[in-house]
């Protein structure tokens, strides 16, 4: 068999084999840049922590009636739950201590720092549901016997139904008992009342848990117990009700007419809980970089409000603004209009693209007349609540809630909610790095939203006087909340000096200024939570002067970066942007504020 064999010079077979293995590297560099974009060396025991904290929860606390949910009220962890987390926690920072932290990516290092971060924090909370459970344990004598009941529950332990029965019988005098004990209180600070009514809560649902999982089953348990059980379930729940009513107003909250009650956590708190969401400034320089914000928009309204013939009577140019809404019933329709006038914008200065499906699958929903009590205006996430009049509402409510979501003012809120804002973070969450979800925080979720609309101005979206006077409430109205929200917390201002800034400053319809105010200090939101929306906007748009403006990323690679780095602390993501140089013990430290 003859073969025909080329002969290469030396200097070309020299060069194939550099070729490829530069090919093989670009490939591998390729393949971990694609890797990282969803992973990181720290990946894991960031699932497997956020895992083992979700299944102790779910063991050691009120467990469910299969297909029936859990009863609402929040439930506090019962003692054994609390002390195993403590030991899930400090196994996972004994697990952080063997990493090798210097040879991870910054990927790696940004994951070690915010899992390190959620576990102290964790610890903390957990010493602090301590100290409060020790305070409120002496009105709930009887918990030690339904948290006994409930042990033997989770592994299906036989009982015996007569003895259960007489147990629950003994535990109904103990809680009347604590009860009649109880009424004879004046007040107990709030705090200390909320968590109370949690634990009573919580041994209420232990109890149904424990009830319904014999009851129907165990042929003697179904005989003796529901009598018995019932009455006891029924006492629970009135005395979670009561230990509630008893609840004071902080001694550093400030009697007011309002009505509305709130616990002011005090500026060492502040401090702690802005260190922990990476803000190196303190609650005063806040409050003196929104003043200054606030100041910027004064001069831009005045500007407005000479255009539209009104001079520097704002209040008539925004009353004029105001009085533009649409018909009832057409709402919706406007909302399709100003979504794809933001779209159009942003597709035109090329600064950002919209994902198919994103752009495709955000939804529609009205508000509830009850809710639009606290949420005046839309909300938003996977699809967009519009906030706009019912036939039930009273006809001045009416009048304030088409009013306050007029098209001029509404023009921010869409583009806010949907895509580029809210639905577009949750479309792009769940498809990249998806397990920082644990990592979230509202200076991102709040602040991505918020930062287009400073850029969207800045850029030149809003082209007469009443768009911009409509796009500037919105600022006006993050500037105020940094200013009314951290001044109470701080125990400078009652609620109703928080409703009167609204009214005096923003222009806030009354009524939409007290729901404002009620959901910051009655909601479920977190003391910083409404700083979070303008400060967390500012850090991004001075990131984006850092990248974009210097030319070393476009608008699309900087704001498809910082999509995919997923929600944490904006200093993170600046860090992983920036392959900031970070240590171990790596301290915030970063002044966003020009």
């Known amino acids: 068999m003859t073969h025909n064999y080329v002969t290469r010079p030396r200097w070309a077979v020299f060069l194939f084999c550099w070729l490829a293995a530069f090919g093989a590297a670009a490939q591998s560099s390729q393949s971990n840049f694609n890797l990282y974009e969803q992973t990181s060396e720290v990946a894991g025991l960031v699932i497997r922590y956020a895992q083992d904290v979700r299944a102790v929860n779910y063991f050691y606390g009120p467990m469910p009636a299969e297909g029936r949910g859990q009863r609402g009220g929040s439930a506090l962890a019962s003692p054994e739950q609390r002390k195993r987390l403590r030991e899930v926690d400090n196994d996972y920072l004994a697990k952080l201590g063997k990493v090798d932290f210097n040879a991870m990516s910054i990927y790696g290092k940004v994951d070690y720092l ?53 147990k629950l019988n003994d535990l109904q005098k103990e809680v009347k008992k604590a009860e009649e004990a109880f009424k004879k209180l004046e007040s107990l600070d709030m705090p200390l009342s909320r968590i109370g009514a949690e634990a009573v809560n919580g041994l209420e649902a232990r109890l149904k848990s424990t009830f319904e999982f014999y009851n129907g089953y165990d042929p003697m348990f179904t005989w003796w117990v529901p009598k018995p059980y019932k009455t006891l379930d029924s006492t629970l729940l009135g005395y979670a009700k009561l230990i509630r009513s008893k609840g004071k107003l902080n001694t550093t909250q400030k009697e007011d007419a ?6 002011p956590i005090g500026p ?8 922990t969401e990476m803000i190196s400034y303190t609650p005063d320089e806040l409050i003196e970089l929104a003043n200054k914000e606030f100041a910027w928009c004064d001069r831009e309204l005045l500007k407005a409000s000479a ?48 994902p198919e499906i994103a752009d495709e699958t955000w939804g529609m929903q009205m508000m509830t007349p009850e809710r639009q009590l606290i949420n005046p205006f839309f909300l938003g996430g996977r699809d967009i609540i519009i906030s706009y009049p019912t036939n039930t509402m009273a006809h001045d409510d009416k009048l304030m809630s088409m009013r306050g979501n007029n098209p001029y ?41 918020l930062y287009w609309e400073l850029l969207l101005y800045d850029k030149g979206f809003a082209k007469t006087p009443e768009e911009r006077i409509g796009m500037l409430f ?59 929306y303008l400060i967390g906007g500012l850090q991004l748009f001075s990131l984006k002067k850092e990248l ?3 030319k070393k990323m476009t608008f699309k690679q900087f704001h498809d ?34």
């Open 474 to 532: 919105w600022r006006m109205h993050r500037c105020a909340r940094i200013i009314f929200s951290l001044n109470y917390h701080l125990g400078k201002w009652t609620p109703q000096e928080c409703i009167d800034f609204l009214v005096d400053r923003v222009g806030h319809e009354r009524a939409n200024a007290e729901g404002e105010v009620r959901r910051s200090f009655e909601g479920n939101y977190s003391p910083l939570y409404q700083v979070a």
């Open 258 to 263: 309002s009505g509305i009650k709130g616990v």
């Open 307 to 354: 255009e539209m013939g009104f001079g520097k009577d704002w209040k008539k140019a925004q009353e004029k603004v105001k009085n533009s809404y649409v018909p009832a019933g057409t709402q919706p329709e406007l909302i399709l209009k100003l979504y794809n006038d933001a779209k159009d914008f942003i597709l035109k200065n090329d600064l950002i693209e919209y």
């Open 548 to 550: 974009v403006d210097s």
């Open 561 to 594: 970066a910082v999509m995919k780095e997923n929600n944490m602390p904006i200093e993170m993501v600046r860090a992983t942007l920036t392959k900031q140089s970070l240590s171990r013990d790596f301290k915030t430290g970063w002044k966003f504020y020009k």
């Open 409 to 449: 003012f509404s023009r921010s809120t869409v583009h806010h909610e949907l895509v580029p804002g809210h639905h577009l973070q949750y479309y792009m969450s769940s498809r990249y790095k998806s397990y920082r979800n644990d990592f979230r925080t509202p200076f991102w979720t709040e602040g991505w939203a």
């Open 114 to 166: 915010l899992l390190k971060r959620n576990i102290d924090d964790h610890l903390l909370s957990l010493s602090q549901e301590e100290k409060e459970y020790a305070q409120i344990e002496r009105y709930i004598p009887f918990a030690a016997g339904i948290y006994e009941l409930e042990k033997g529950r989770r592994r299906g332990a036989t009982v015996d139904g007569q003895a259960v029965a007489a």
């Open 268 to 275: 060492e708190e502040l401090i702690r809980q802005l260190g």
